[in-house]
């Protein structure tokens, strides 16, 4: 099979010096990528250049991906091409930057002009954050006969409150199953579908369940 994992966060800039990020490893996503590569598949793995993880990374493919407009770009660039599977585990930003303000001696606020550089001594800023574009409602456009799975990792709430997350992106963005993990969630993952849950104690049973789907 050919698969797509996209892992690690994106970025969105601030100036040419500071960023707004969400935080990820990446190491789920690149682990997944090296078990199906050892099971014989064929894997691009587009990870965030703020991945963390260092491990091995055995895909076939890697490419570096940066913004969240730069990882749709990429994904984008594989619709129309024979994609079975996509694993989209990326921590993409939630939101991105709108209009920046600073304060004026008199303590009003006024418009900044984009610089690669704000300077500290424009003294307090006021960041306008606007929600960036969600990728994974547009994966079914690009590839409409690819096994989609997303993930959502929730960091607030009770296990139901993931798992209610999970089936909401299932209808929401049309794809066939949904990781829930994280804080919320405790210990483990779900594979979610429209047609149950299932948990699972582990990554490696994770993976192995993914590759069957």
Sequence with gaps: MNCLITAGPT????????????????RLGTELANFLVARGHRVTL???????????????????????ADLQAKLKA????????????AAVS???FGQIFTETKAGEFTAL??????????????????PTPKII???RGWFPQT??????????????????SAEQQLADCAT??????????????????????KHFANAAGLFAALEQI
Excluded: M
């Excluded at 587009?46 to 091995?56: F, I, R």
């Excluded at 594989?78 to 585990?89: E, M, P, R, S």
């Design 11 to 26: 970025y969105e800039p601030l100036d040419d010096v500071r960023r707004l990020t969400n935080f990820s490893t990446g």
């Design 46 to 68: 587009l990870v965030g250049e703020a991945a963390t993880y260092a491990g091995e990374r055995h895909a076939q493919s890697v490419k570096v991906f940066s913004t969240t």
């Design 78 to 89: 594989y619709a129309g091409k024979k994609v079975d599977a996509i694993f989209h585990a």
């Design 94 to 96: 939630d939101f991105t």
């Design 113 to 130: 002009k984009a610089s690669k550089k704000i300077s500290t001594r424009q003294g307090a800023l006021l960041a306008e954050l606007v």
């Design 137 to 139: 409602a547009k994966l």
């Design 147 to 164: 096994k989609i799975i997303g993930w959502k990792f929730e960091a607030v709430g009770q296990r139901a409150d993931a798992l209610r």
């Design 176 to 197: 066939d199953y949904c990781v829930a993990n994280g804080p919320a969630y405790g210990k483990g993952f779900n594979l979610v579908s429209v047609g149950g849950r």
